[in-house]
């Protein structure tokens, strides 16, 4: 099947004989209508079933909330790395613990924003307020409220050009609509969102509404992030996942040149077949490896549990601290005590014993402010938020 480009290009200026042009999509749906046969259909199937399998499995966690904040904050590092931002999910903890990473303040800020903005996000979905463009907006302005981009505008939709790489608009890679064309490409994608009349099935059109949140780039800063959470807020909303528990970043971040290509094919030639089978390959494959972490985890929890109950007398504070980490795989004693209600030499001691097991790895030798690590749990957790070079 053959389709033309999926919108036009305007004259956006000419400065001498350099012409600069945005593109404008066309509303969705494509024409002709996508074919879901053969591989294509093939690979939503599995996408859908690895998606029941990780929602499924969540029923089965002792507590979901603790995997939740995890989850979170994984695809909150791996999303701000997109961006050129080189922090870990260890050095986020660090800074939630009170401590000084050694990296700028901005880029932690950065990672809080996107956590606050997606936490804000699901909340409002929760409470029945529909994915729309003003929420869409909303959680811009979460995001971007404090730091790097605090200047361009949060929360509203851009009234002046942008573009994607290169200096200027006219040596640029993309440049997007002009700036009097965002509203209404934005009011045509809300309008798609909403409508139940098509055939088109939930995870086609969420990966079709991705690809034209980006094209369109309605804020100054920003998109990128806003796209990506929106996957996982479509994937809530639609009743496809209880929660968040995805992070959907990972595979972007690891075939981020093909997904740039594929977005630009969609543009220039209206392939979105091709954007649809990585988009899906990507759920499919997230959310089988989100599985595979969930049940690491909950071995190594109740492996480690066991281990501590055999210990004997001082099995229950080290229970409790373990408990504790769990939750918090990065905590100081101070800050551990304060949690289960335990004195500091009691803290102590069940670290110490929990060091002993091979559980529990300080990180700091000093006699204050010591600060220790459930270092198998973080090391499954930081599995994909290595940096990758030239990021940016």
């Known amino acids: 099947m053959k389709r033309k480009q999926t919108g036009q290009y305007t004259t956006i200026s000419t400065v001498g004989d350099e012409i600069c042009r945005g593109f404008v999509p066309y509303p ?57 931002t080189q922090s870990s999910l260890s050095e986020l903890l660090l800074f939630e613990d009170e401590q000084r990473p050694q990296i700028p303040q901005d880029e932690i800020k950065d990672i809080l924003n996107y956590v606050s903005a997606i936490e804000y996000g699901l909340e409002r979905i929760q409470k029945g307020f529909p994915l729309s463009l003003r929420l869409i907006r909303e959680i811009h302005s979460v995001l971007l409220r404090k730091g790097r981009g605090s200047e361009k505008n949060p929360g509203e939709f851009r009234t002046s050009q942008n573009w994607i790489s290169g200096s200027r608009p006219g040596n640029a890679i993309f440049v997007p609509p002009p700036p009097e064309k965002v509203l209404e490409c934005m009011g045509s994608l ?8 098509s055939n088109i099935q939930a995870l086609v059109k969420i990966a079709m509404i991705h690809a034209q949140f980006e094209t369109i780039h309605p804020f100054l800063d920003g998109n990128g992030r806003v796209g990506r959470l929106l996957i996982t807020l479509l994937l809530c909303s639609e009743g496809m996942l209880k929660q968040p528990l995805l992070y959907p970043s990972l595979y972007m971040k690891s075939h981020r040149q093909e ?11 209206g392939d979105w077949e091709k954007w649809i089978l990585f988009f899906l390959t990507g759920i499919s494959e997230t959310a089988t490896q989100a599985v595979e972490t969930v049940q690491r985890l909950v071995t190594l929890f109740k ?11 001082t099995a229950g504070s080290a229970l409790r601290v373990h408990e504790v980490l769990q939750k918090n795989p990065i905590m100081a004693i101070s800050r551990i005590a304060k949690t289960t209600a335990l004195s500091i030499p009691t803290v102590t001691t069940a670290l110490n014993t929990l060091v002993e097991m091979g559980i529990v790895i300080e990180t700091t030798k000093r006699k204050r402010a010591r600060r220790f690590a459930y270092n198998e749990y973080l090391k499954i957790l930081n599995e994909g938020t290595e940096i990758i070079a030239d990021s940016k």
């Open 28 to 84: 969705l749906p494509p024409k002709p209508a996508i074919q879901m046969s053969g591989r294509l259909q093939d690979i939503h199937d599995q996408a859908l079933l690895a998606l029941g399998r990780l929602d499924s499995v969540t029923m089965l966690l002792p507590d979901t909330f603790l995997f939740l904040y995890m989850y979170i904050r994984k695809e909150a590092v791996l999303s701000s790395q997109i961006e050129g």
């Open 190 to 197: 809300e309008l798609f969102m909403h409508d139940r009349s």
């Open 303 to 313: 492996n480690d549990h066991e281990k501590i109950q055999a210990t004997g007398r």
């Open 259 to 269: 997904y740039y290509d594929l977005l630009q094919a969609i543009r220039n030639e």
